[in-house]
């Protein structure tokens, strides 16, 4: 595949770095991490079956302008290197997600900005402009074999949007590409529901591939035991990262190599903290550093490191069974 704006890293590998844990890293009191996602908004326009964003277990809100930029600053003198804006909502709902990209890039110096939408609203305007803000990589969540398949799952119409926008997205990025130099990566990931969406999404992916500079397969998370078993479908336990470099659920990768800060300023030990029971400092009480180190921070990873994590907010996730 060759395209104006292909980039020569592969976001597996990137993924793949993060979800495994180094061998210096099992302990409880750890440097920062090298990446952290930051949740501009936790709205969603979305309502999976298999995201638990549709419960509505907290507010769902933006993230104040002023404790984001703070964040940021902050978290790039410490050391973070690649920064993700967006967390468990929908960032491109988000007002100023284009100004927060370019003061991520060009304010903050981070040397990898990157963002996954569910495509719905990324139109080629709105991408054009991520692009052109310093955009470093732009992934699709693309989980649906057709229209009817996107309907069913997500409530919503909106398969063809989804598609033509993916598409527009590639002229999006190549235009920025052409006019700055700057290259912008364009992925999509596609989540397995069961034994037979591989094939579905094998033929609906097909014709897009050459739009993209990679695509990969994820299982099925419960997200925090929130959806486990919906829809008669089974769920992976934990969080064990793509398929094709699958990881063992304990330890979990999310609690020792990457940060996770909702929108109201919490750093969470979760890739799925839906209701905020994975809380390990509030940030604006506290330095993400401390956070990231706290009391709470180190006793999960404790119990992580013992395999045996019974009795903390991490339990539901692994789904226990006799």
């Not at 703070?70 to 967390?87: H, P, Q, T, W």
């Not at 054009?128 to 409530?155: I, P």
Request: proline fraction near 3%; charge should be neutral; glycine fraction near 6%.
């Amino acid at each position: 595949m060759a395209n104006a704006a292909q980039v020569t890293s592969k976001i597996t590998d990137r993924i793949d770095a993060i979800t495994k844990i180094p061998d210096d890293i099992y302990k409880t009191v750890l440097p920062v991490p090298r990446s952290v996602k930051i949740e501009l908004t936790a709205r969603c326009d979305l309502a999976c079956f298999f995201c638990a964003s549709k419960m509505k277990l907290r507010p769902k809100k933006d993230m104040e302008w002023e404790l984001f930029t703070r964040l940021l600053k902050e978290m790039r003198l410490a050391g973070v290197d690649e920064i993700g804006l967006f967390y468990l909502g929908e960032s491109f709902l988000y007002q100023r997600l284009e100004e927060a990209i370019r003061y991520a890039k060009k304010e903050c110096k981070y040397p990898y900005v990157f963002l996954t939408t569910n495509g719905r609203t990324a139109t080629k305007k709105r991408v054009y402009e991520c692009a052109r803000a310093g955009l470093d990589s732009l992934k699709f969540s693309f989980n649906n074999a057709d229209r009817a398949q996107f309907k069913d799952v997500t409530g919503v119409d909106s398969y063809d949007e989804v598609v033509r926008n993916l598409r527009d997205a590639r002229a999006a990025v190549e235009q920025v590409a052409m006019e700055t130099g700057h290259r912008c990566g364009l992925y999509a990931s596609s989540i397995l529901y069961d034994g037979e969406q591989k094939d579905r999404m094998d033929d609906s992916i097909r014709p897009l591939l050459p739009l993209l500079d990679e695509h990969y397969f994820l299982p099925l998370y419960n997200q925090a035991g929130f959806t486990a078993g919906s829809r008669g479908t089974k769920a992976v336990a934990g969080n064990v990262g793509r398929v094709g470099a699958l990881r063992a659920p304990l330890p979990c990768w999310a609690v020792f190599t990457a940060g996770h800060i909702t929108y109201d300023g919490y750093l969470s030990a979760c890739c799925f903290d839906h209701d905020g029971r994975f809380n390990m400092g509030d940030l604006k009480e506290m330095p993400f550093t401390e956070a990231w180190n706290s009391q709470a921070f180190q006793e999960l990873r404790r119990s992580h490191l013992k395999k045996d994590v019974r009795g903390t907010a991490c339990e539901a996730c692994i789904i226990y069974q006799e």
